[in-house]
Each structure stands twice: as C-alpha cells, then as structure tokens.
T-cell receptor
Framework: DAGVTQSPTHLIKTRGQQVTLRCSPI?????VSWYQQVLGQGPQFIFQ???????GRGNFPDRFSARQFPNYSSELNVNALLLGDSALYLC??????????????FGEGSRLTVL | AQSVTQLGSHVSVSEGALVLLRCNYS??????LFWYVQYPNQGLQLLLK??????LVKGINGFEAEFKKSETSFHLTKPSAHMSDAAEYFC??????????FGKGTMLLVSP
C-alpha cells in the first residue's frame, strides 16, 4: 500500500510569492495534518483537518491556509513568502483525529527554499 | 499546554555501546508519548509509542523506552548501537489527539 505522498519534493520561490503544497493520505485515512520543520528544529504543528473540517491550528500567521478535499487529500498554501518560511513541510495522515486511531504516518516532506 | 525537552542536541557513541537519549515532558493531562527517527532528507518514522498500560515500551530496531510518570520522563535506549542508528531522534507528546508537540531533536552519532 502507498504511504503518504507529497508534492513537490523540492521547490524554490522568491520572497512575496505564493506556494501550494499537496498531500495524499494513506488510503482509508480521513485526517491530514501539516507540520513545519525548520532546519535544526523539531516539527511544529500548523493544521489538522478531519473529514474536511479544520480541527486544529497552530501558532502560524494567516498567510498560512489549508484545505481538505472530498477524497481526503489536502493542500497547504502559503502567501507572501518570507525568508523564514524556508523549511521542510511535512504532511501526516491518520485514520481519525484522536486516540489510538489518531497515530500519525508521515510523508517525506516538501522542502521549500525562499530566496 | 504541553512541551518536550530533549537533553543534548548531539549524542556520540561508539558502535556496540549503549544508546541513551533523554526526553522530559510537561502535560496537564495523561500523555501519549512518542519517539520518531529521521534520516537525512526523509520524513519521520515512528520508533515506539506509549499510550496506556505497560510503562516499558519496545519499538523497532531494538529500541525501547520507559514511561516514568514521577520523573515526567520517557528516555529512549538501545543496548548496542549500530552504525545504521545514526540519525536524528525526536521525542513528542500528545494529549491523545493526533496533534503532536515535538522536542528539538537529538542527533545520534555512531563511530566505528
């Protein structure tokens, strides 16, 4: 079975541009979460979606937005890019949004470089 | 609010030596605790987790961790390090939902 897939794997943008990152969850998983991992740091929670509804939001500015589609795939959008947005963006899927069935399975990430 | 502190950003061991990576957590509710491993340019792989029940948890690749509520700790150990264990290790805490709070990570270096 396919794991969590993310695209693109690498991308370079300039300050002020906008970026869209995509994630396909494991088949049957209804929850998708996004994390930002800046170099040398642990991942930091951005969003969680379950059944197409936002279930949680981390401490990120409104330039960050996300959505989940009927097929449970998800997009993360970042507007007005700043140099500090350079990071590895990780998507994780889970069966549900809580408890034992809330265990996260991570994709390999999208590495964003902002110049 | 929950938080995780990983003591030591880098830990160096010789091949065959004991591996000990330290993690302390803070949580206002009974925690779910996790250890993840990250190899260069890859995502996170779950090593082991504690939810409820037995406090000594065994994971993949010979790793284990013990939940000690009185010490608010969840240290990761492996009796004998292998070169392939060299990677970055992250401890994480959750309230039971699938939103994780991660520590800053510990880079494990293994020398021959």
């Amino acid at each position: 079975d396919a794991g969590v897939t993310q695209s693109p794997t690498h991308l370079i943008k300039t300050r002020g541009q906008q970026v869209t990152l995509r994630c396909s969850p494991i088949s049957g998983h209804k929850s998708v979460s996004w994390y930002q991992q800046v170099l040398g740091q642990g991942p930091q929670f951005i969003f969680q979606y379950y059944e197409k509804e936002e279930r949680g939001r981390g401490n990120f500015p409104d330039r960050f937005s996300a959505r989940q589609f009927p097929n449970y795939s998800s997009e993360l959008n970042v507007n007005a890019l700043l140099l500090g947005d350079s990071a590895l963006y990780l998507c994780a899927s889970s069966l549900t949004d809580r408890g034992h069935t809330g265990e996260l399975f991570f994709g390999e990430g999208s590495r964003l470089t902002v110049l | 609010a929950q938080s995780v502190t990983q003591l030591g950003s880098h830990v160096s061991v010789s091949e065959g030596a004991l591996v000990l990576l330290r993690c302390n957590y803070s949580s206002s509710v009974p925690p779910y605790l996790f250890w993840y491993v990250q190899y260069p340019n890859q995502g996170l792989q779950l090593l082991l987790k504690y939810t409820t029940g037995a406090t000594l948890v065994k994971g993949i690749n010979g790793f284990e961790a013990e939940f000690k509520k009185s010490e608010t700790s969840f240290h990761l150990t492996k009796p004998s390090a292998h070169m392939s264990d060299a990677a970055e290790y992250f401890c994480a805490v959750s309230s039971g939902y699938s939103t994780l709070t991660f520590g800053k990570g510990t880079m494990l270096l293994v020398s021959p």
